[in-house]
Structure formats: C-alpha cells, structure tokens
C-alpha cells in the first residue's frame, strides 16, 4: 500500500497493538512462571521485592492488555485485507484482487512458519495467512453491520470454545468447586468433607512445589542458537488452536475488523460520543468480569483449578468488550488529534508492522535465550515491563529513523515485492536519485 494510500487511523491503532501485545507476550520470553494462562503466580506465591507493584501490574495486564492487543491486531489485520481487496478490485479487476491477495498471504504462510520454526513458537502470522485463505475473500462484499455480527458471534461461541478446551476449564470447574467448598468450611471452623480435603490439600502442594521452582536458582546459561530452535515447540503450539477450536477467535475477529472498517468504526469516522459510548460500555461490562475474577482467584489461593475457571471461563467475553473500547479510545486520541507526536510514533510502528513484529520476536529471544543477557526467570513481573518499554523505545525510533529514509519497512518491502513479483521501489519519490 502506497503511503498515499494508507489509512491514518489504522496505523496508529496497529502500532498500539503490536506494542501492546508485548506487554503479555513478554512472559513467554522471559520463562515467567504462570498459572492459568497469564496470572503470574509469582504475584501472590513468591512476590518478591515490590509485590504490591507486581500485583499493580497483573491487574493493569488484564484490565487493558490480556488478550484485547492480539483481538485489536487481529481486526486490524482483516481490515486491511480488505483495503487491499476493494482497492485492488476497483483498479484492476476481481480476478486481479483475488491473484495479489491469496498470493500475499500465501507468503505470509511461509513468513509465520519460519518465524514460529525458526524464532519464536508463539507466532500468529501462520493463523492470520490460514484464515484469510479460508474465509476473507468470498465475506468481502457482505455488509458491514453484518461482517461484525458474524464476526464477533463467531469469536465469542468459537473463541469460548477453544479456550475451555485449550484451558481444560471443564476438567478444573469441579476440582475448583472443592477446593472453595472446603476453604469455606474450613473458614466457618468445620471439618471439610474427604474429597473437599483431598482437592485443598493438591491445590496446596501445587503451590508449595511451584513456589520451590520460583525460588530454585535460573541457569545463566545461553542456549546455542540450534539448541534452542522452537520448531517442535510450534508445531504443538498450530496443533493445539487447530484441534481446540481456538483458531475460530481469529476467524471471528479478522471478519469483525472488515465489518468494523466499513462501518467507519476503525476509520474514525463515527461520532465522539459513539466512541466514548463504546468506551464505556465496554469497560463496564469487562472490568467487573476481570477484578472479580482476580478477587476470586486471590480469594483461594490462586490455584490452577480456581484460577483457571474464575479467569478463563468469562474470558472471550471481557476480551472482546475490553478490545472495542481500547480501540474507541484510541480513535478518540486520532479524531481530536490529541498527544499528535505519540500518534506518529505509533503511526511508523504500524507501517512496519511486520518488521517490529518479528525483529521483537528475535530481540526478546536474543536477550533472555541466545544471549542469556537477561536469564529466563530472573526478573520479577514489574522488572519485565522495564523490558517491555526498551523494547518500545526501539520499536519506535527504528521504526522514525527509517520511514525518514525509506517507503516500506524491510520485511514489508520483501513481502510487496513477492506478491507483486516486482522489486518495489523503497525510496520514496522524492528521494530518488537520478
């Protein structure tokens, strides 16, 4: 896409998610012990030096960030697919659009493959390119309101499908159920029954075993480059969204961000107060879902099984409220041009959306696997978002420095230039030189 055809909004809101979508992957890269998906126990069982920041930030993490970057980045994405699509379709034909756009995300496919064989096992670009082969283009010319209907029913039954499955919640619902029934008991000065006892006393020594491997020693150690390739690691990653169902979430959201493109939702085309209603509402509904959740959770102990359902049963549900109105707010900073030079810092991120992407994959795995700069497990939670704003830092002056220079990011111009199989010129024309 041209710089003359790009979308203002679209790029800002991109580079927000992409940005914010480290501040939970960043976990992952670092070995930080989990429960429950993204609850750090280390929060509540081993806190360290500053538990009370630790805590600030676990909240501060599922209030704004679990989940509601990768919805935002996914929506964006099926926007953008159909930009390329209506513009490519009114220039050059159906036959042409349909050619360039399965081409791209076959490339795509490649580009997520080797980055989860390759780099990380955490990628998502292979479940966007898979998506949108299956399912974008013949959606492309439904009406909006009805693309996010769809899309958005789509990501709430499918997505809580596959979270249940991937996160066995119906397995861990009656152990959590025993678990609470026997603290209780145990509250009111009563005797718990046998089974309450048995599942108390797991839930304990679940916890006395995993407060051990917190406390235990992390090995400094850098892994050589070929000892720590993540291809079988991926492979078990793609077969797990597949089998679970959970790939149906990013179904769901790349057909709601076409419908929400045509509605002029993405576009900021809507009114201040439809954004600031979206605002509101959605984190009217998440919010309590979240903190009482966490209430619940802190309640019995953070344990796997409480944990886990009082968390990851609801969760589709807050992710997509909390999504929408994370993105209406930010499009209420772009309709009013407000904080204009964060807007632009975001704007370079998002054009280069798919460097930042990858070269954060390769930084992150840099410093705490290749290099073992900072050893996996080492950091307490606060101390991982230190990480997480120099990892932004460069996002963002990367990202400045060569768009000052150049017209695509450089994986964005391999990637045009594969799909269009012509070299793009990556000089802007102003700067060309004869």
């Not at 006892?197 to 090995?219: C, N, S, V, W």
């Not at 892994?223 to 793609?238: E, K, M, N, T």
Request: aromatic content about 12%.
């Amino acid at each position: 896409m041209s710089r003359s055809e790009r979308v203002p909004s679209l790029d800002v809101l991109r580079g927000a998610a992409l940005l914010g979508i480290l501040v939970i992957n960043i976990q992952s890269f670092a070995g930080a012990q989990t429960v429950a998906f993204n609850v750090p126990l280390r929060v509540v069982a081993f806190a360290g030096q500053r538990p009370v920041l630790n805590a600030a930030v676990m909240v501060l993490q599922w209030l704004f960030f679990e989940g509601k970057m990768r919805a935002l980045f996914s929506m964006l994405f099926g926007a953008g697919a159909l930009v390329l699509l209506t513009r490519i379709e009114q220039r050059d034909g159906a036959g042409t659009a349909a050619d360039i756009f399965h081409r791209r995300n076959l490339w795509l496919l490649l580009f997520g493959t080797l980055h989860g064989t390759l780099i990380w096992n955490g990628d998502v670009l292979f479940f966007y390119a898979s998506v949108a082969l299956l399912a974008l283009y013949p959606l492309r010319h439904l009406a909006g309101k009805w693309l996010v209907g769809i899309g958005l029913a789509v990501a709430l039954v499918g997505g809580t499908f596959g979270v249940w499955t991937a996160m066995d919640v119906a397995t861990a619902w009656p152990v959590a159920q025993l678990e609470e029934t026997a603290h209780d008991a145990m509250a009111k000065g009563e005797r718990p029954a046998k089974a309450q006892a048995e599942a108390l006393a797991g839930a304990q020594a679940e916890r006395r075993d995993q407060i051990a491997g917190m406390k235990a020693a992390p090995t400094p150690a850098a892994r050589a480059y070929l000892d720590s390739i993540p291809a079988a690691a991926y492979r078990g990653f793609v077969t797990a969204i597949f089998t679970s169902g959970w790939i149906l979430e990013t179904l769901g959201f790349l057909i709601a961000g076409m419908g929400l493109f045509k509605t002029g939702f993405l576009t900021g085309r809507l009114s201040s107060a439809r954004y600031v209603a979206i605002a509101v509402l959605g984190y009217a509904l998440a919010f309590p879902i979240i903190l009482g959740g966490l209430a619940h959770a802190h309640r019995y102990g953070f344990s796997s099984a409480v944990t886990t359902v009082a968390m990851m049963a609801p969760y589709e549900l807050q992710t997509i409220a909390a999504s929408l109105a994370d993105a209406a707010v930010i499009l209420l900073l772009v309709r009013h041009g407000t904080m204009l030079p964060v807007q632009r810092a975001l704007a370079a991120v998002g054009r280069m959306a798919l460097t930042n992407y990858i070269a954060t994959s390769a930084i992150c795995t840099g410093i705490f696997t290749w290099t073992a700069t900072l050893p996996t497990g080492t950091l307490e939670h606060y101390q991982l978002m230190l990480v997480v704003l120099s990892v932004w830092a460069f996002n963002i002056a990367f990202s400045l420095v060569w768009l000052h220079f150049f017209h695509f990011g450089p994986l964005e111009w391999l990637w045009r230039s594969l799909t269009y199989w012509k070299l793009q010129p990556m000089l802007p024309t102003r700067r060309r030189f004869a």
